[in-house]
C-alpha cells in the first residue's frame, strides 16, 4: 500500500513567520509531487508542484524534495492569515493515480 | 483561466438510487480523473480516463461505479446502487497530459445518500 504520511495539525504560526509543512512517502518510484490547499469545504487547489530533487521556488513558496529520504516538504515565507487552509502532499507514481496525504491544517495568527 | 466544472454542486438521493455526477474538463486536457473525499478523510483517488477508456482505477471503483464521456465536453460519473456509505464529496480533476502533468481540480458535487 502506497502510502503518503502528513502531520494532521494544526500547526499555529504567527502573521509574517514562516511556516514549514513535511510529508513521507513510501515508494521509492513515485516521480512527481504536489501541494495542494485545500479550505474547508473547498476543492484541492494546486500551489506548487516538484519532479527533481532540491528545491523549487514560486513566490512566496518553495517545496523541497529529497528523494533519497523519501521526504517533501513546503515552506511559505511571510504567512498571511489567508493562508489559514489545510495543506495537502499528493505524489505520483508512473501512472496517472495521485496518492493524497491526510494534509495538515494551517492556522497563521494575525 | 479555464477551470473545471463540475454539476451539481449538492446531491441528495435515498440508498439504492442510481446517480449521475457531471464534469466538464479543462477544454485542451485529455486527461481526466474522479476522487472522492469522505468528511475529515483524505481524498481518494477513484479512476482515470484517457482516449475514451479507463486507464487506471482503484479497488473503490467497483461494479457500481462507472465514468463515460458521452460528448465532447461532459465526462460522467455513475453510481448505479448508492449506498450510505458513498456519501462524500466527489472531485473531477483534469490534467493536460498523463505521467506527470499536474492535475486540476473541480469545485466537487457533494453527495448525500439517506
Known amino acids: 500500500q502506497k502510502e503518503v504520511e502528513q502531520n494532521s495539525g494544526p500547526l499555529s504560526v504567527p502573521e509574517g513567520a514562516i511556516a514549514s509543512l513535511n510529508c513521507t512517502y513510501s515508494d521509492r518510484g513515485s516521480q512527481s509531487f504536489f501541494w495542494y490547499r485545500q479550505y474547508s469545504g473547498k476543492s484541492p487547489e494546486l500551489i506548487m508542484f516538484i519532479y527533481s530533487n532540491g528545491d523549487k521556488e514560486d513566490g512566496r513558496f518553495t517545496a523541497q524534495l529529497n528523494k533519497a529520504s523519501q521526504y517533501v516538504s513546503l515552506l511559505i515565507r511571510d504567512s498571511q492569515p489567508s493562508d489559514s487552509a489545510t495543506y495537502l502532499c499528493?505524489?505520483?507514481?508512473?501512472?496517472?493515480?495521485?496518492?493524497f496525504g491526510i494534509g495538515t491544517k494551517l492556522q497563521v495568527i494575525p | 483561466e479555464p477551470e473545471v466544472t463540475q454539476t451539481p454542486s449538492h446531491q441528495v438521493t435515498q440508498m439504492g438510487q442510481e446517480v449521475i455526477l457531471r464534469c466538464v474538463p479543462i477544454s485542451n486536457h485529455l486527461y481526466f480523473y474522479w476522487y472522492r473525499q469522505i468528511l475529515g478523510q483524505k481524498v481518494e483517488f477513484l479512476v482515470s480516463f484517457y482516449n475514451n477508456e479507463i486507464s487506471e482505477k482503484s479497488e473503490i471503483f467497483d461494479d457500481q461505479f462507472s465514468v463515460e464521456r458521452p460528448d465532447g465536453s461532459n465526462f460522467t460519473l455513475k453510481i448505479r446502487s448508492t449506498k450510505l456509505e458513498d456519501s462524500a464529496m466527489y472531485f473531477c480533476?483534469?490534467?493536460?497530459?498523463?505521467?506527470?502533468?499536474?492535475?486540476?481540480f473541480g469545485p466537487g458535487t457533494r453527495l448525500t445518500v439517506l
Open positions: 480533476a483534469s490534467s493536460v497530459g498523463g505521467s506527470i502533468n499536474e492535475q486540476f
Open positions: 499528493a505524489v505520483k507514481g508512473g501512472y496517472q493515480k495521485v496518492t
